[in-house]
């Protein structure tokens, strides 16, 4: 299963976007991901040789290292190195929350105790080998050996039936991704990164104290985000394996619109209303110790790394952006009022 689960994800890839097939996604991959760390920053600025290397790497490690397990003791041993090492790579390089982590679990399983003896003391692998050799020496194994056995067998049979469908769609050219294939959801398809964006966009919530949104003199203030890029001079920042959810629906809403993302007006209602809970999943709160907001908008900004050592790196700016135009329009409470409504959502209390 892992290994079918490793050959999803590389097929989804060489299916789902050219630039997996022509070596160049790299290219646009540590500036688009969800959440860049600094390691990402400097990464995005290899060259265009070791980007195609990084890509084909991707590839090898797979589509092709997954047959390892079948070849013997010593290449699943090498399977389980290479996969753990390129998970580690991928977490060094990005925030992509406890993802790698939870890949790198499986491979453990492919290290027997003899490639593990080097972590435990000489007393600890004797007292191993006695325990084993007093096994061995009965002449009958007790029946709870044979339970295990019968139920583990079965398990594997419910499997191998379940899978069938999952090991058909992995071979069809039309593959479905993030699917499950039965009602317990004991099998499934998935896959990351399937395309790669080429330009990155961010939403930033603006909050403004002026009477009339409109009014060119209105001064706009930004709610900053815990992790995803909107300050400018923030750097990028480590959180693998933590997950800040809001920030990736936020990476998920900049490429899409607010009517396919309705919750972003739920979150700037709540932002409105100054609610404790949702101000607490921000990083700063530009409103904060004063009156609320009377009105917020989103604006949308393509945002681009800037170049280690240049002008704008030189003026503390890891990120430069440039507007793209407005994502939603100002809003207010009151008039968010029936939008709320017809959609059985809680209306927020007036901010004291």
């Known amino acids: 299963r892992k290994a079918g689960t490793l050959q999803l994800g590389g097929l989804i890839k060489i299916r789902g976007d050219h630039c997996w097939r022509e070596l160049t996604c790299m290219d646009y991959h540590y500036e688009t991901q969800p ?12 060259p265009w040789w ?34 753990i090492l390129f998970q580690v790579l991928l977490v060094i390089s990005g925030n ?3 993802l790698n982590w939870l890949t790198m679990v499986p491979s453990i399983a492919c290290f027997d105790d003899i490639s593990l003896g080097f972590l435990f003391s000489s007393r600890v692998k004797e007292r191993v080998v006695q325990v084993q050799s007093k096994e061995a020496a009965r002449e ?32 069809n050219s039309r593959q479905v991704m993030n699917t499950s294939f039965n009602p317990l959801r004991i ?34 203030e930004e709610f900053d985000f815990k992790c995803k890029p909107g300050d400018l001079k923030r750097r990028p920042c480590f959180i693998s394996p933590y997950h800040y959810r ?36 921000m990083a700063t709160n530009p409103f904060a110790g004063r009156a609320p907001p009377r009105w917020i908008r989103g604006e949308h900004f393509k945002y681009k790394f800037s170049q280690p050592g240049g002008k704008h790196a030189s003026e503390g700016k890891w990120w430069i952006r ?8 100002p809003v207010n409470l009151k008039g968010l009022k029936k939008f709320y409504e017809d959609r059985n959502w809680p209306y927020p209390p007036k901010p004291q």
Not at 66 to 78: D, E, Q, S, Y
Request: one cysteine or more.
């Open 246 to 281: 809001l920030d990736w629906l936020m990476w998920f809403a900049a490429f899409q619109t607010y009517e396919q993302n309705e919750w972003i007006i739920h979150l700037a209602g709540k932002l409105l209303a100054q609610e404790e809970e949702t101000l607490s999943l």
């Open 35 to 46: 959440v860049p760390n600094p390691i990402a920053y400097f990464m995005h600025r290899s």
């Open 96 to 98: 992509l929350s406890f």
């Open 50 to 83: 070791f980007h195609r290397f990084e890509t084909l790497v991707n590839h090898f490690i797979e589509l092709v290292v997954p047959f390892f397990l079948f070849l013997g003791r010593r290449m699943c041993i090498v399977h389980g190195l290479l996969q």
């Open 322 to 329: 440039k507007r793209i135009g407005p994502y939603f329009p």
């Open 187 to 220: 099998v499934n398809t998935y896959g990351a990164f399937g395309s790669i964006t080429k330009e990155r966009t961010e939403v930033v919530l603006q909050g403004t104290s002026s009477l009339d949104p409109n009014d060119p003199t209105a001064v706009w």
């Open 140 to 171: 009958q194994l007790p029946l709870g050996c044979y339970i295990r056995k019968v139920v583990n067998i079965s398990f594997g049979l419910l499997i191998a039936y379940l899978s069938i469908p999952v090991v058909l769609n992995l071979l």
